[in-house]
């Protein structure tokens, strides 16, 4: 058996067994420093849901939520096929196709039940804006006055449906332009479909530039058959979950963009 992890040494690891003479090749989720037994149990009841409705995601091989047999929470699940790189011009075939696989989740309606919470932001186990409300992160003009925005209004209500909670493009695994896989379902829960329409826009803009997220909302309304509503709404609520420096200048100058962009939208869009 060989180990590989798949993420700064802390895991998942990839594992390659021999069964009968064959190589198999797994994923190992365990507890790291930020992920918890919670969002172990989360990611093992996600993929059986996902299962249960023929959705493009790993397959559940084996849990131990309470670390008796391996002594740690565990999950195992298959390897998917294909790629999570995104070529440095992306092509609109993909974002459509990104749109209409988030489309195939938000079709299940789902109520909150253990381990898939209602998750009121993309990657909900985080609240920078939270953090910045309360003092313990700086902020700038543009964040404090949209969160205050966004706080003097009511969350749009509907009804919830499966999320994956954090979408993005190392989590969609491509074997073409058209074909994507959705990994690592550790954050999903229930929710509203913009909580997943938000941050692949706001990543695709801050990836991109804002002026490449059209894409994601067409495939998503193609695949739906729906108008996707409060987009504005749910841009904001993604891009004020992240840092207030992200990673480099160009990056924080396109989320701020981005932000700035759904600021003038809200209340256009129903």
Not at 132 to 143: A, C, I, N, P
Not at 208 to 234: F, L
Request: proline share 7%; aromatic share 4%; net charge neutral.
């Amino acid at each position: 058996m060989s180990v590989q992890a798949l993420h700064d040494n802390q895991g998942p690891w990839r594992l390659i067994v021999e069964v009968r003479g064959r190589r198999k090749h797994l994923v190992l989720r365990s507890l790291t420093p930020r992920i918890g037994p919670e969002l172990i149990a989360t990611g093992a009841a996600a993929l059986e849901v996902a299962e249960t409705h023929g959705l493009r995601a790993p397959r559940l091989i084996a849990k131990d939520l309470d670390g008796r047999t391996a002594g740690a929470p565990v999950t195992l699940e298959t390897v998917v096929a294909g790629s999570t790189a995104w070529p440095r011009a992306v092509p609109v075939a993909r974002l459509h196709a990104a749109g209409a696989a988030l489309a195939q989740v938000h079709a299940i309606p789902l109520e909150p039940r253990p381990h898939l919470p209602l998750r009121p932001r993309p990657i909900a186990v985080d609240d920078f804006a939270r953090d910045r409300r309360q003092g313990h992160m700086v902020t700038s003009r543009l964040l404090r006055t949209a969160d205050e925005r966004l706080q003097s209004m009511a969350q749009p209500e509907g009804e919830t449906v499966f999320v994956h909670g954090d979408v993005w493009p190392g989590n969609m695994a491509w074997t073409d332009d058209t074909c994507c896989t959705l990994i690592d379902w550790k954050t999903a829960g229930v929710g509203d479909p913009g909580v997943d329409i938000g941050e692949l826009r706001k990543q695709i803009a801050i990836t991109y530039g804002p002026n490449a997220t059209a894409g994601v909302v067409d495939g998503w309304e193609q695949a739906s058959g729906k108008s996707a509503t409060n987009v504005a709404y749910w841009d904001a609520v993604a891009a004020l979950n992240t840092p207030t420096a992200l990673f480099s200048t160009v990056a924080t100058a396109r989320r701020d963009a981005f932000l700035r962009a759904a600021l003038d939208r809200l209340g256009d869009d129903g």
